[in-house]
Protein backbone atom coordinates (compact mmCIF):
# COMPACT_ATOMS: atom_id res chain seq x y z
CA UNK A 1 0.00 0.00 0.00
CA UNK A 2 2.61 2.27 0.80
CA UNK A 3 4.88 1.57 -2.48
CA UNK A 4 1.87 1.93 -4.51
CA UNK A 5 0.95 5.41 -2.52
CA UNK A 6 4.76 6.95 -3.42
CA UNK A 7 4.78 5.58 -7.25
CA UNK A 8 1.11 7.49 -7.12
CA UNK A 9 3.49 11.17 -5.26
CA UNK A 10 5.82 10.23 -8.10
CA UNK A 11 3.36 10.35 -10.90
CA UNK A 12 1.76 13.32 -10.06
CA UNK A 13 5.05 15.37 -9.19
CA UNK A 14 6.14 14.20 -12.75
CA UNK A 15 2.67 14.86 -14.55
CA UNK A 16 2.65 18.23 -12.53
CA UNK A 17 6.02 19.29 -13.93
CA UNK A 18 5.63 18.72 -17.19
CA UNK A 19 2.30 20.68 -17.20
CA UNK A 20 4.67 23.51 -15.43
CA UNK A 21 7.06 23.13 -18.13
CA UNK A 22 5.20 23.74 -20.78
CA UNK A 23 2.80 26.55 -19.36
CA UNK A 24 6.49 27.76 -18.93
CA UNK A 25 7.30 27.58 -22.89
CA UNK A 26 7.79 30.39 -24.38
CA UNK A 27 9.14 30.83 -28.30
CA UNK A 28 7.46 28.66 -30.64
CA UNK A 29 8.81 28.85 -33.97
CA UNK A 30 6.77 27.99 -37.24
CA UNK A 31 10.01 26.59 -38.84
CA UNK A 32 13.95 27.27 -37.82
CA UNK A 33 15.09 25.91 -41.40
CA UNK A 34 13.99 27.55 -44.68
CA UNK A 35 15.21 25.99 -47.71
CA UNK A 36 15.18 28.30 -50.89
CA UNK A 37 16.01 28.01 -54.85
CA UNK A 38 17.32 31.72 -56.45
CA UNK A 39 16.20 32.15 -59.77
CA UNK A 40 19.17 33.21 -61.67
CA UNK A 41 18.25 37.03 -62.15
CA UNK A 42 18.29 37.03 -57.98
CA UNK A 43 20.88 39.13 -56.09
CA UNK A 44 19.33 38.25 -52.50
CA UNK A 45 17.21 36.17 -50.73
CA UNK A 46 14.59 37.15 -48.24
CA UNK A 47 13.58 34.16 -45.04
CA UNK A 48 11.00 34.65 -42.79
CA UNK A 49 11.14 33.06 -39.56
CA UNK A 50 7.24 33.23 -37.52
CA UNK A 51 7.44 32.63 -34.10
CA UNK A 52 4.44 32.98 -31.21
CA UNK A 53 5.21 33.35 -27.36
CA UNK A 54 2.77 30.05 -26.22
CA UNK A 55 4.32 30.31 -22.22
CA UNK A 56 2.89 32.84 -19.50
CA UNK A 57 5.09 35.15 -19.34
CA UNK A 58 6.53 37.94 -21.51
CA UNK A 59 9.49 37.28 -23.70
CA UNK A 60 12.33 39.60 -24.71
CA UNK A 61 14.47 38.76 -27.71
CA UNK A 62 17.72 39.90 -26.23
CA UNK A 63 19.92 39.86 -28.97
CA UNK A 64 20.15 38.71 -32.88
CA UNK A 65 23.41 38.09 -34.62
CA UNK A 66 24.41 35.81 -37.96
CA UNK A 67 27.05 33.47 -38.89
CA UNK A 68 27.97 36.16 -41.71
CA UNK A 69 27.82 39.50 -42.32
CA UNK A 70 26.03 38.85 -45.89
CA UNK A 71 23.10 37.97 -43.86
CA UNK A 72 21.29 40.88 -41.92
CA UNK A 73 18.36 39.84 -39.35
CA UNK A 74 15.62 42.36 -38.30
CA UNK A 75 13.00 42.32 -35.85
CA UNK A 76 10.06 44.70 -35.32
CA UNK A 77 10.42 44.89 -31.70
CA UNK A 78 11.88 43.38 -29.00
CA UNK A 79 9.53 41.85 -26.19
CA UNK A 80 6.07 39.91 -26.92
CA UNK A 81 3.13 38.83 -23.84
CA UNK A 82 1.42 35.79 -23.28
CA UNK A 83 0.17 34.65 -27.00
CA UNK A 84 1.82 37.36 -29.51
CA UNK A 85 3.91 36.29 -32.48
CA UNK A 86 6.52 38.06 -34.60
CA UNK A 87 9.17 37.14 -36.53
CA UNK A 88 12.36 37.79 -37.61
CA UNK A 89 13.29 38.60 -41.23
CA UNK A 90 16.74 37.49 -42.48
CA UNK A 91 18.05 39.06 -45.93
CA UNK A 92 20.62 37.13 -47.32
CA UNK A 93 23.20 39.43 -50.34
CA UNK A 94 24.81 36.87 -52.44
CA UNK A 95 27.59 39.02 -54.10
CA UNK A 96 29.77 36.48 -55.72
CA UNK A 97 28.50 33.30 -53.95
CA UNK A 98 27.02 29.85 -56.08
CA UNK A 99 25.94 26.99 -55.11
CA UNK A 100 24.46 26.08 -51.73
CA UNK A 101 25.10 28.37 -48.81
CA UNK A 102 23.73 27.76 -45.17
CA UNK A 103 23.83 30.71 -43.12
CA UNK A 104 22.58 30.79 -39.34
CA UNK A 105 20.97 33.11 -37.14
CA UNK A 106 21.07 32.99 -33.05
CA UNK A 107 18.72 34.29 -31.07
CA UNK A 108 19.61 35.28 -27.39
CA UNK A 109 15.88 35.73 -25.31
CA UNK A 110 15.51 36.24 -21.54
CA UNK A 111 14.03 32.95 -21.31
CA UNK A 112 15.56 30.11 -19.32
CA UNK A 113 17.80 28.35 -21.89
CA UNK A 114 21.38 27.39 -22.29
CA UNK A 115 21.56 27.94 -25.84
CA UNK A 116 20.13 30.47 -28.60
CA UNK A 117 17.60 29.75 -30.70
CA UNK A 118 18.98 28.80 -33.78
CA UNK A 119 17.63 29.68 -37.29
CA UNK A 120 18.69 28.21 -40.44
CA UNK A 121 18.72 29.49 -44.33
CA UNK A 122 19.48 27.39 -46.61
CA UNK A 123 19.58 29.31 -50.37
CA UNK A 124 20.31 27.02 -53.51
CA UNK A 125 22.24 29.93 -56.08
CA UNK A 126 22.34 29.01 -59.86
CA UNK A 127 25.83 29.50 -61.09
CA UNK A 128 25.73 31.40 -64.31
CA UNK A 129 29.67 30.87 -65.42
CA UNK A 130 32.14 28.78 -64.64
CA UNK A 131 36.32 29.52 -64.42
CA UNK A 132 38.49 26.99 -64.99
CA UNK A 133 41.03 29.05 -62.97
CA UNK A 134 40.89 31.91 -61.24
CA UNK A 135 45.02 32.55 -61.93
CA UNK A 136 47.81 32.43 -64.30
CA UNK A 137 51.71 32.56 -62.73
CA UNK A 138 55.02 33.77 -64.20
CA UNK A 139 57.88 33.95 -62.51
CA UNK A 140 60.06 36.81 -62.75
CA UNK A 141 62.62 36.42 -65.92
CA UNK A 142 60.21 33.76 -67.44
CA UNK A 143 59.65 34.72 -70.73
CA UNK A 144 56.41 36.16 -71.39
CA UNK A 145 54.20 33.81 -73.42
CA UNK A 146 50.74 34.00 -73.35
CA UNK A 147 48.54 32.14 -70.91
CA UNK A 148 44.75 31.48 -71.25
CA UNK A 149 42.02 30.97 -68.71
CA UNK A 150 38.65 28.95 -70.03
CA UNK A 151 34.86 30.65 -68.91
CA UNK A 152 31.83 29.09 -69.60
CA UNK A 153 28.25 30.38 -69.17
CA UNK A 154 25.85 27.65 -68.40
CA UNK A 155 22.89 29.07 -69.93
CA UNK A 156 23.90 31.38 -73.26
CA UNK A 157 20.94 32.51 -74.15
CA UNK A 158 20.33 34.04 -70.28
CA UNK A 159 23.77 35.28 -69.84
CA UNK A 160 27.04 35.55 -71.79
CA UNK A 161 30.48 38.11 -71.36
CA UNK A 162 30.04 41.04 -72.55
CA UNK A 163 33.62 42.14 -72.14
CA UNK A 164 37.05 42.21 -70.23
CA UNK A 165 39.49 44.78 -68.71
CA UNK A 166 42.94 44.66 -67.72
CA UNK A 167 43.21 46.68 -64.19
CA UNK A 168 47.21 47.04 -65.16
CA UNK A 169 48.45 48.51 -68.42
CA UNK A 170 51.49 45.85 -68.43
CA UNK A 171 49.32 43.39 -69.12
CA UNK A 172 46.98 42.93 -71.94
CA UNK A 173 44.33 40.67 -72.64
CA UNK A 174 42.09 39.20 -75.26
CA UNK A 175 38.72 37.67 -75.64
CA UNK A 176 37.60 35.32 -77.85
CA UNK A 177 35.03 32.63 -78.25
CA UNK A 178 35.54 29.37 -78.41
CA UNK A 179 34.22 26.00 -79.83
CA UNK A 180 31.55 25.30 -77.54
CA UNK A 181 28.53 27.78 -77.39
CA UNK A 182 29.30 30.10 -74.56
CA UNK A 183 32.58 29.45 -74.06
CA UNK A 184 34.99 32.01 -74.11
CA UNK A 185 38.76 31.79 -73.96
CA UNK A 186 40.78 34.66 -72.17
CA UNK A 187 43.92 35.22 -73.70
CA UNK A 188 46.32 37.20 -70.93
CA UNK A 189 50.54 38.31 -71.92
CA UNK A 190 52.46 40.17 -69.43
CA UNK A 191 54.53 43.01 -71.15
CA UNK A 192 57.71 41.82 -69.21
CA UNK A 193 58.20 39.30 -66.35
CA UNK A 194 61.23 41.47 -64.67
CA UNK A 195 58.95 42.76 -62.01
CA UNK A 196 56.78 41.38 -59.63
CA UNK A 197 52.86 42.12 -60.22
CA UNK A 198 49.02 41.02 -59.10
CA UNK A 199 47.14 42.62 -61.59
CA UNK A 200 43.06 41.84 -61.12
CA UNK A 201 41.19 41.41 -64.64
CA UNK A 202 37.91 42.28 -65.32
CA UNK A 203 35.33 39.94 -66.67
CA UNK A 204 32.11 41.76 -67.55
CA UNK A 205 28.94 39.51 -68.05
CA UNK A 206 25.59 40.97 -69.36
CA UNK A 207 23.48 39.48 -66.29
CA UNK A 208 21.43 40.74 -64.48
CA UNK A 209 20.10 44.05 -66.56
CA UNK A 210 19.72 45.47 -63.55
CA UNK A 211 23.50 44.86 -61.72
CA UNK A 212 25.47 42.87 -64.42
CA UNK A 213 27.83 40.05 -62.70
CA UNK A 214 31.66 40.78 -62.45
CA UNK A 215 33.96 37.85 -62.59
CA UNK A 216 37.66 39.12 -61.54
CA UNK A 217 40.69 36.62 -62.89
CA UNK A 218 44.25 37.78 -61.48
CA UNK A 219 47.88 37.85 -63.73
CA UNK A 220 50.70 37.10 -60.92
CA UNK A 221 54.60 37.39 -61.68
CA UNK A 222 56.31 36.13 -58.55
Known sequence: MH?????????????????????ASGLEWKQQHIRIKAAPADESATAVFAFTNNGDQPVT??????SCGCTVPTLERDTYAPGESGE??????????????TKTIYVETDEDRDA????????????LFSVDRYFVIWRQGEQPTEKTITLTAHDPETATIAGVESTDDRVSVRLEPAGAAGTFTL??????????????IVVRTNFPETHPRVITVYALIR
Open 3 to 23: TWFHKARLLACAVAGFLAAAS
Open 61 to 66: IKHIRS
Open 88 to 101: IRAVFTFGGRTGRQ
Open 116 to 127: PYRLTLEVEIPL
Open 187 to 200: HITPKDTRRSLQAP
